[in-house]
């Protein structure tokens, strides 16, 4: 079965920080780039960041550069996003997805970052 | 690249045809031939779907009554016959260019 399983989030305080891992299972997750989108509670969609097949290749959305790192391990079939200098607005259920193909045909079951003191 | 989709709940019968709209700010048609719009769908409390890939295709296990249409700037999505499980809401998303974008997604309600 084709799969993606989050995990990592939790509560943490503002400026506080937090990794993310994202398992694959079913595909070949080498193959595939990778991306982080999140949804603010009662909210839409927002991309956050993406990584290239082999690791060497990574973009961001504006407002998380210089705080968030996405990485992936090819060997565990996992991706990661390291969040620091975490912001109230960050608060959100975080989704990896596959873009295999440029889109984002696999997703995860998401899992929730609540920033907050 | 802002993506607008105008309307933001659309109640519809079951049966009825529905239809959902999206503009991008600047064309999304590639060098390559393609327009680089995607349509999702995410059910009451499930995640993202990917319906249709490159404005046009059906993505796996997709009914075929979805179907994606346009180019450049404009972009629709119908549901010929729309039944209850097709409620919840429409996003578009471009990735012609980062940052990738969605728009504010379009809520199909059934009656």
């Known amino acids: 079965e084709v799969q993606l399983v989050e995990s990592g989030g939790g509560l943490v305080q503002p400026g506080g920080s937090l990794r993310l891992s994202c398992g694959a299972s079913?595909?070949?997750?080498?193959?595939?780039?990778m991306s982080w989108v999140r949804q603010a509670p009662g909210k839409g969609l927002e991309w956050v960041a993406s990584?290239?097949?082999?690791?060497?290749?990574?973009s961001y959305v504006d407002s998380v550069k210089g705080r968030f790192t996405i990485s992936r391990d090819n060997a565990k079939n996992s991706l990661y996003l390291q969040m620091n200098s975490l912001r109230a607005e960050d608060t959100a259920v975080y989704y990896c997805?596959?873009?295999?193909?440029?889109?984002?045909?696999?997703w995860g079951q998401g899992t929730m970052v609540t920033v907050s003191s | 690249i802002v993506m607008t989709q105008s309307t933001h709940s659309l109640p519809v019968t079951p049966g009825e045809p529905a239809s959902i709209s999206c503009r991008s700010s600047q064309s999304l048609l590639h060098s390559n031939g393609y327009n680089q719009l995607d349509w999702y769908l995410q059910k009451p409390g499930q995640s993202p779907q990917l319906l249709i890939y490159l404005g046009s295709n059906r993505a796996s296990g997709v009914p075929d009554r979805f179907s994606g249409s346009g180019s450049g700037t404009d972009f629709t999505l119908k549901i010929t016959r729309v039944e209850a499980e097709d409620a919840g809401v429409y996003y578009c998303m471009q990735r012609l260019q980062i940052p990738i974008t969605f728009g504010q997604g379009t809520r199909l309600e059934i009656k």
């Open positions: 997805a596959s873009s295999g193909g440029g889109s984002f045909d696999i």
């Open positions: 079913g595909f070949t997750f080498s193959s595939d780039w």
């Open positions: 990584i290239k097949r082999d690791g060497s290749e990574t």
